[in-house]
């Protein structure tokens, strides 16, 4: 069965701590695993999503204290959506206005409502009211009701010089079609997929390029079932647009490969499988710091280098 859409997006934020107590008290998400940067250990990769860290659901963060921010340009990310109730975003707007968050007027984009919105490091985010899903789990932990909670990404929005290259690869690919175009933006989603199925191309050229620093999306990762699924999309890549990706790389969660895709934004493929269960049973997602076993024995180490949080803030 192909399994198809968004698996993961991840970005930089600035202080540790912040981040945690941004993403699971005031949007109310879970910390699904503590761990580190498998390249640069000395950081944290915190990933949030659902109860159980479901594909289309998860948002990582590499946190660096003192990070420069970014520059929105083209080239990049330029917001990362999720998905709530239709009647849901009442909620949000007042919840964001007793915390403190800065949000944008509410708008309509092809037909649904967002509610545009930053992180405390700039990310630029939006929560979109669908309709239909308030049956669907969602993930509380007290802070914000079920009825209201987050129900996974609903998709991105990539700000690129032109839709069409870079369309080229969702469609062919990475198992996406084209639905609409609004103004300047061109939605393509991924059938079959309700969460995390959406992709709008927001063409705009001339722009300066981006720069990448605190609250920018470092990459966006897209499903694949297995290794099977996933070789093939490499194949496809090779053979029908004359790309080619990183080798496998084992992140302990899912397996993945890298590429620039014509428009210059980093995409990943990564598998479903093994899931974030892999290391620890679902009812502790989170609660310890997970090392790979190539860096197990340098946990003393690791863990006299990453700044202090407390997951309180995460409870």
């Given at each position: 069965m192909n399994h198809h859409g968004i698996h993961h997006v991840t970005a930089i934020a600035g202080n540790a701590r912040r981040n945690?107590?941004?993403?699971?008290?005031?949007?109310?998400?879970?910390?699904?695993?503590?761990?580190?940067?498998?390249?640069?250990?000395?950081?944290?990769?915190?990933?949030?999503?659902?109860?159980?860290?479901?594909?289309?659901?998860?948002?990582?963060?590499?946190?660096?204290?003192?990070?420069?921010?970014?520059?929105?340009?083209?080239?990049?990310?330029?917001?990362?959506?999720?998905?709530?109730?239709?009647?849901?975003?009442?909620?949000?707007?007042?919840r964001f206005i007793e915390k403190g968050v800065a949000y944008q007027p509410i708008v309509r984009r092809f037909g649904?409502?967002?509610?545009?919105?930053?992180?405390?490091?700039?990310?630029?985010?939006?929560?979109?009211?669908?309709?239909?899903?308030?049956s669907e789990p969602g993930w509380t932990n007290g802070e914000v009701p079920a009825e209201v909670a987050i129900r996974g990404f609903h998709g991105v929005n990539l700000?690129?010089?032109?839709?069409?290259?870079?369309?080229?690869?969702?469609?062919?690919?990475?198992?996406?079609?084209?639905?609409?175009?609004?103004?300047?933006?061109?939605?393509?989603k991924a059938e079959g997929t309700q969460i995390?199925?959406?992709?709008?191309?927001?063409?705009?050229?001339?722009?300066?390029?981006?720069?990448?620093?605190?609250?920018s999306v470092h990459h966006i990762a897209f499903r694949a079932a297995d290794d099977a699924a996933e070789a093939a999309m490499v194949k496809k890549l090779v053979e029908n647009h004359g790309i080619r990706t990183t080798e496998q790389k084992d992140r302990n969660y899912f397996r993945s490969v890298y590429f620039r895709e014509p428009g210059h934004v980093?995409?990943?493929?990564?598998?479903d499988i093994p899931g974030f269960a892999a290391d620890e049973p679902v009812a502790h997602l989170g609660e310890a710091l997970?090392?790979?076993?190539?860096?197990?024995?340098?946990?003393?180490q690791i863990e006299a280098v990453l700044p202090q949080i407390d997951l309180s803030d995460a409870a």
């Open positions: 945690v107590e941004f993403y699971t008290r005031t949007l109310g998400l879970r910390l699904v695993k503590k761990t580190v940067n498998f390249d640069d250990p000395g950081t944290y990769h915190f990933y949030y999503g659902d109860e159980v860290g479901s594909p289309g659901t998860i948002l990582t963060f590499f946190p660096w204290d003192h990070v420069a921010p970014g520059r929105l340009g083209v080239g990049e990310t330029q917001e990362t959506a999720f998905r709530v109730p239709e009647g849901a975003i009442g909620y949000w707007t007042h649904e409502t967002v509610l545009s919105f930053k992180d405390p490091h700039g990310m630029r985010l939006a929560l979109v009211g669908v309709p239909g899903i308030e700000l690129l010089q032109e839709a069409a290259p870079t369309g080229a690869i969702l469609t062919d690919v990475l198992g996406f079609t084209e639905i609409g175009r609004e103004g300047s933006l061109v939605r393509f995390g199925g959406i992709v709008d191309i927001h063409e705009a050229g001339g722009f300066l390029p981006a720069r990448m620093g605190g609250g980093l995409f990943e493929i990564a598998t997970k090392l790979p076993s190539f860096l197990e024995p340098r946990r003393a």
